[in-house]
């Protein structure tokens, strides 16, 4: 017994012993040809550098461009009653709301909480009516959760009670100007008719149409008041420190609101605008095929390299098999030759994207004056500052590990169905 084990000890040392011996033979034999090698490994490192430069420059514009989706209107996250978003009436309210907004601003990861009383309403300006749609906002808190306080484009925003800031195509429908009397006319909570005598305050420019044509905002204590609403709301919108992973968020907000009262439903952005969330998600699916494509090319790169080499080393391997080696030990040097090329292009790669990422993080990447013009209209930054995505950083290696790998497999099998006779017959 004691010399079995010691066999087996022995055994599993030379085998050991053996892939290192592989190792450092398939290290050498990269060296061979320099010139081939380091081509090899400067098409890998490109992309690794490619690929991860475009992926954390398109994760900063898609953070850009969500973050200014949530700030305009939705927030990262809204309560709402149950009924609220299949039938947005006056009468589906959210009562005591002062409570919940205070429960909601105390749960953990929420940074910011404010309430919205909304109405559609008829308002007018002298002979000029339109339909409208009515906010009623604290005006404080709008401006940690909103970006709309800082779009006013004349005026100013909500001071008074009897303020109302006005969409910029609305103003120029009701042809109302700073200072206009505005009266709105909509129903209250118990049916009857609730008035509002206004004055304009405020005009904003938000880039968006549909709203600029609808919006006007009024003071949240004086909507409450003229529709009857008591303490009532119709949502509470809330900013969390990661919007991103709002969603997990979620069920903790849940187990402190909804005791408060039951009728109420907790709703993400990613459920608020599913549009947004289809429109990343095809973003994402468009780069994962452009990825693709470029791990392809360099997949092929890397099989011709190693046809070539199957080809020139032909004689090499046949002697190999001549003095017992297996063919199956040569598939797996080439394939270590193959994971060198892997990891020194990877290395190299990143290296230079950390460089890159890092430099274009503090300096910004300008889009030029009419992409300018056009983004700081719909309030989006005119340079985007990229980072280096975590998931990438190690995902883009493997990424190129694997697709070297299949690359070296295919010529190499073409080894196991060598005769060492024949094989060391060619080129003699």
Do not use: C
């Amino acid at each position: 017994m004691p010399s079995e084990v010691a066999r087996l000890s022995t055994a599993r040392v030379e085998r050991g012993a053996g892939v290192g011996l592989i190792g450092a033979i398939a290290w050498r034999n990269l060296w061979r040809n320099r010139q081939r090698t380091w081509l090899s490994v400067g098409g890998i490192a490109f992309a690794v550098m490619l690929i991860l430069a475009a992926r954390s420059a398109q994760i900063s514009t898609m953070s850009a461009m969500l973050d200014n989706a949530t700030r305009l209107l939705t927030g990262h996250l809204q309560v709402q009653n149950v009924k609220y978003a299949d039938e947005p009436s006056v009468r589906n309210v959210i009562p005591d709301a002062t409570t919940v907004a205070r429960a909601l601003a105390a749960s953990p990861h929420v940074t910011a909480v404010a309430q919205r009383a909304i109405a559609f309403a008829l308002v007018s300006v002298g002979d000029r009516s339109y339909g409208a749609e009515v906010f009623g906002v604290d005006a404080d808190a709008e401006r940690a959760i909103s970006s709309l306080p800082d779009m006013v484009a004349e005026g100013h925003w909500l001071t008074g009670p009897t303020d109302a800031v006005l969409g910029s195509l609305m103003a120029r429908n009701l042809g109302a100007k700073l200072g206009d009397e505005v009266v709105v006319l909509g129903s209250s909570l118990d049916g009857g008719v609730a008035a509002l005598s206004l004055t304009v305050a405020g005009i904003v420019e938000t880039g968006t149409a549909e709203l600029d044509r609808a919006l006007i905002d009024v003071p949240l204590a004086t909507f409450q008041d003229a529709f009857g609403l008591g303490d009532g709301a119709h949502v509470i919108v809330a900013r969390v420190d990661d919007f991103m992973g709002v969603d997990a968020t979620v069920p903790g907000i849940e187990r402190a609101v909804v005791p408060i009262a039951p009728d109420l439903a907790v709703l993400s952005w990613r459920k608020l605008l599913p549009e947004l969330v289809q429109t990343v998600e095809l973003k994402g699916v468009s780069s994962g095929v452009m990825f693709a494509l470029i791990a392809f090319l360099v997949t092929f790169s890397v099989f011709n390299t190693f046809m070539m080499t199957v080809f020139e080393r032909t004689r090499e391997f046949g002697m190999l098999l001549a003095i017992g080696m297996r063919g199956g030990a040569i598939v797996g040097m080439l394939q270590i030759e193959a994971a060198w090329l892997a990891v020194l292009g990877a290395a190299l790669g990143v290296t230079l994207a950390s460089v890159v990422i890092g430099w274009l993080g503090r300096t910004g990447i300008p889009l030029g004056e009419m992409a300018g013009e056009m983004l700081r209209r719909y309030h989006m930054p005119d340079r985007i500052y990229p980072h280096i995505d975590t998931a990438a950083l190690y995902g883009v290696p493997l990424l190129m590990l694997f697709a070297t790998q299949l690359a070296a497999l295919i010529p190499s099998l073409r080894v196991r169905t060598l005769a060492p006779v024949a094989a060391l017959r060619v080129g003699a």
